[in-house]
């Protein structure tokens, strides 16, 4: 994760640091190229000889030692870096996305050059203004900044690079937006990587009691209030979903909250996250081959508490509460078996068919007990949830399914502006009846067909007429679409900054209102 100090510097020639950065606009023609009058006469020089023409990824680095005519530069290197076409974005994210790219990219250069000290001068558009360009550049530049290398012996080549040290902005005009801006993309960003790192630590460092751990530090750091709810409080509750599924593991489970309360808030936001620190799926056991992967089915968990980190430094004027159920899903001697009936928080019971379907099981507590407990305005949860989403929308979009069309539309605005798009899939009785069971209220599977919206049919059943919002990343938490400020492989950190848009842009009062 980034450690860079970030700031504004519009001193482009006395920048004296590793690598200077222009941007450049893709043209059709030499002369129709735009940019930096530093960097002019090399950018047409390689467009002549087709190196070079703005397409959005293309570098090209420059040495500006006397005689390059670059004598004004005193940085050791430049990089010109293509930006495409601001003006044809029609893939969501749109042209903040574009921007988050380059900053994903330089970042990568940044890697490649082993670069500690970075100046961008930040490009000029009218597709966006200087705030947004700068936040999302900074948020590229962070996102893309990431590794995880903490079990890499010291010695090893992947800790070569430690990463930016410092990242200045350049302005054109002194414009105060800017600074604003890469605040607002720098936390988001270090948000993510937060939630990233917590996702690529093994399953066993990162247990229930971690969750918990991390919680209490940063409630501790941010003064925000923090439950923790033991096995013996669930106990005393009823929540028999999330006890169900730990029942097989040696490892307590925990119910954590943190509150963030401001006094003077009109309403309070719910956000809940699928806190399964290691799916095996249990004695309806999962298959082998890439079953390591399923130490990544906590990033829901990750999202809604690196959320709070954002929110937490922010202080916005709306409460936001955040709620994981933690634990694993193993087929321990004592572990709940298909065909088990279970009681839930809000007293319904439920047929575990299948013990892989936990997540449902551990959310519909969370769910149920976050509604009681803090009156909100609107819930949202956010869970690794179902294959099924995978098969339907694959890596590039998460599911969306809402009882609620103001929420559902703050959400599919919120991810879009984070480069994060959601898509809504419907919910309705057809697809409640197939979770009806013959012994329980409900049962935790509903067949072979849109196995995404019965799982969202289940934990409706525990969220009464709250406003409500569910989002199914089972295939976007890792092997998101590759972008340059997303690694190919490993976890994304999804989730986190679309709920740090939704809460910057909430529309007060707006559940209350009929559409
Ligand atoms: N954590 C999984 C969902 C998942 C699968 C996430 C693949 C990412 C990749 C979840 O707990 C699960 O096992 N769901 C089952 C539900 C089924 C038993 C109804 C699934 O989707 O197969
Ligand atoms: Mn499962
Ligand atoms: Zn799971």
Redesign the pocket.
């Known amino acids: 994760m980034t450690t860079a100090q970030f700031k504004v510097d519009d001193n482009v020639a006395g920048f004296q640091g590793d690598l200077l950065v222009f941007c450049v606009n893709q043209a059709e023609t030499k002369e129709k190229i735009v940019c930096h009058h530093l960097v002019e006469n090399q950018v047409r020089a390689a467009f002549d000889l087709g190196d070079f023409s703005g397409k959005e990824g293309q570098t090209l680095v420059l040495y500006p030692f006397s005689g390059t005519g670059l004598t004004d530069v005193r940085a050791a290197r430049i990089l010109v870096l293509g930006l495409g076409d601001p003006s044809d974005q029609t893939e969501p994210g749109g042209v903040r996305d574009l921007f988050r790219r380059a900053g994903g990219t330089i970042a990568r250069q940044c890697e490649a050059l082993k670069v500690a000290t970075l100046m961008v001068a930040l490009p000029e558009t009218s597709f966006l203004d200087p705030g947004q360009t700068a936040e999302c550049l900074v948020e590229g530049i962070c996102l893309g900044d990431y590794r995880f290398v903490k079990y890499k012996q010291a010695q090893s080549k992947e800790r070569e690079y430690s990463g930016l040290q410092q990242v200045c902005l350049a302005r054109v005009n002194t414009d105060p937006a800017v600074e604003t801006g890469m605040g607002l993309g720098r936390r988001a960003a270090l948000a993510a990587c937060e939630a990233r790192n917590m996702a690529n630590e093994p399953a066993n460092a990162w247990t229930a009691s971690a969750f918990a751990a991390f919680a209490q530090a940063l409630a501790k750091t941010h003064s925000l209030g923090c439950r923790i709810l033991e096995k013996s409080d669930m106990e005393r509750l009823g929540m028999g979903g999330i006890l169900a599924v730990n029942q097989g593991s040696g490892e307590p489970p925990k119910l954590v909250v943190l509150e963030y309360l401001p006094e003077q808030r009109s309403e309070t936001l719910l956000l809940v996250g699928k806190g399964?620190t290691f799916?095996s799926?249990g004695i309806?056991l999962?298959p082998a081959p890439g079953m390591e992967?399923?130490k990544?089915?906590m990033c829901g968990g990750a999202a809604v508490l690196c959320a709070m980190q954002a929110v937490a430094e922010e202080r916005p004027d709306v409460g936001v509460v955040a709620i994981v159920p933690a634990t694993d899903?193993l087929a321990g001697g004592l572990a709940v078996k298909p065909g088990d009936v279970i009681r839930h928080f809000n007293g319904k019971t439920a047929e575990i068919v299948?013990t892989?379907?936990?997540?449902r099981m551990i959310l519909a507590d969370a769910l149920a007990w976050g509604i009681d407990a803090y009156h909100p305005c609107c819930v949202v949860d956010i869970a690794?949830?179902?294959?099924?989403v995978?098969m339907g929308l694959g890596h590039h979009y998460s599911g969306l399914m809402a009882n609620n069309e103001t929420l559902a539309r703050c959400l599919e605005q919120a991810g879009e502006r984070a480069g994060e798009p959601l898509w809504r899939l419907p919910l309705g009785k057809a697809y409640a009846k197939q979770i009806e069971s013959k012994v329980a209220d409900i049962r935790?599977?509903?067949g072979k067909s849109a196995?995404a919206i019965?799982?969202a049919a289940y934990l409706e059943n525990f969220v009464g007429d709250t406003p409500w919002a569910h989002m199914d990343i089972?295939?976007t938490?890792w092997d998101f679409t590759e972008k340059s400020y997303v690694a190919k492989e490993g976890p994304s950190g999804i989730g986190v900054r679309t709920l740090v848009a939704l809460i910057r842009t909430w529309p007060k009062g707006a559940m209350a209102q009929p559409l």
């Open positions: 399964v799916d799926g309806s999962k992967k399923m990544y089915d899903n299948n892989d379907a936990e997540g690794t949830l179902t294959g099924a995978v935790n599977i509903g196995g019965t799982a089972a295939g938490a």
